[in-house]
């Protein structure tokens, strides 16, 4: 077979073995979905990535380049970076009443779609579970005051006293939006809610691409539901992740922290000390606000803990080169 080259979207990343969808399939005689083969150590893709494909067999391929990416999702520690999606047009972030999701993931959501410049969207799943909303309700206070749009909803029962699942969809019709979360928080509920053929899409998925070689979990793409109606000519899509406890961000640095903690903006630039922490020093602008009630003290603290394993990275990378 002559060597082709073509653009295709990956859609579904288990570790470093992807499967790509060509994007103009009329053009050429291509099969609906390639198995991509990463060659060496390459920058790695990521599900929602635009590839430059050359085939390699009648449904093998390999990847000639990655298109410039409108933003990339990842995770990371000092070594390690883990990609979740690229182009994507809002987080979905799933929280659930119960079991009770953890705040310090919630924060680290927040500060990536921040720094990312993607847009976030809090999913309050479970509200059927009354014993829990409160405290649900009072954990994520501090981002309702940050303007983040939080839905209550119930995946599972979708009741009265719970935004309805349907009412939610022209927010996702014709983007690209990626649900992430902890396991158990409710992401495949919604997903086989809004996107009924997902299970047969990941079946698709699993046959061209002989998922049983494949015990990594998995982020994957499905495509919107045509009904929904298009936005640029495009469905949108829903990429579901794996559900991850740890969320590291060990790239971004202090000021890129700093800028991430939007509503610091008005105190930056107004420590006495210029290479101020916001930590303990006097004069501190940033302190000023948590006593003026314009940031919240938790957001302070874990702006430090960022600061702290951001410094502990580079340490560590330091150590390891020397
Ligand atoms: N009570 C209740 N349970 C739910 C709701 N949504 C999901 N669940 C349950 O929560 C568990 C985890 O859901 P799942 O969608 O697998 O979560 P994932 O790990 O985030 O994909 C399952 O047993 C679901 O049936 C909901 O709205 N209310
Ligand atoms: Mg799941
Ligand atoms: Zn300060």
Same mark, same amino acid.
């Given at each position: ?84 999606? $690229? ?19 919630? !924060?680290?959501? $927040? ?10 969207? /809090? ?35 979708? /009741? ?20 992430? !979360? ?46 929904? !109606? ?17 969320? !590291?961000? $060990?790239?971004? @640095? ?55 394993? @951001?410094?502990? $990275? ?9």
């Amino acid at each position: 077979m002559a060597k082709t080259c073509f653009k295709a979207l990956l859609v579904a990343s288990y570790g470093r073995n992807y499967l790509a969808k060509p994007i103009h399939q009329l053009d050429a005689n291509l099969p609906e979905y390639v198995e991509v083969i990463s060659r060496g150590r390459k920058k790695e893709a990521a599900v929602g990535d635009e590839l430059l494909l050359e085939s390699t067999s009648n449904h093998q391929a390999v990847i000639q380049a990655i298109q410039p990416r409108k933003n990339l999702l990842f995770r990371s520690d000092a070594f390690r970076s883990k990609s979740i999606a $690229a182009n994507v047009d809002q987080i979905l972030l799933v929280l659930a009443t119960e079991p009770a999701f953890s705040p310090d993931l919630l !924060g680290r959501a $927040a500060i990536v779609a921040a720094h990312a410049n993607i847009e976030l969207r /809090i999913l309050l799943n479970k509200v059927d579970l009354h014993d829990s909303l409160e405290k649900a309700r009072t954990l994520l206070a501090p981002y309702r005051t940050l303007q983040i749009p939080i839905h209550e909803i119930s995946a599972k029962y979708d /009741i009265h006293g719970a935004q309805s699942l349907a009412s939610l969809q022209p927010l996702l019709a014709g983007k690209v939006s990626v649900l992430v !979360g902890q396991s158990g928080m409710g992401k495949s509920t919604l997903l086989n809610y809004w996107v009924p053929n997902a299970s047969a899409q990941t079946r698709e998925h699993s046959t061209k691409l002989d998922t049983g070689k494949h015990t990594t979990t998995a982020c994957k793409y499905y495509s919107l539901p045509q009904a929904w !109606g298009e936005l640029n000519n495009q469905c949108g899509a829903l990429i579901d992740s794996p559900g991850f406890q740890e969320f !590291g961000l $060990a790239h971004l @640095s202090e000021s890129e922290l700093q800028h991430a903690f939007t509503e610091f903006a008005p105190f930056l630039g107004n420590c006495r000390f210029n290479n101020c922490s916001h930590a303990h020093e006097p004069g501190c602008a940033v302190q000023e606000g948590v006593k003026l009630g314009a940031i919240s003290p938790l957001r302070l603290q874990l702006f430090s803990q960022l600061v702290h394993e @951001s410094r502990n $990275a580079t340490q560590q990378v330091l150590e390891r080169s020397s």
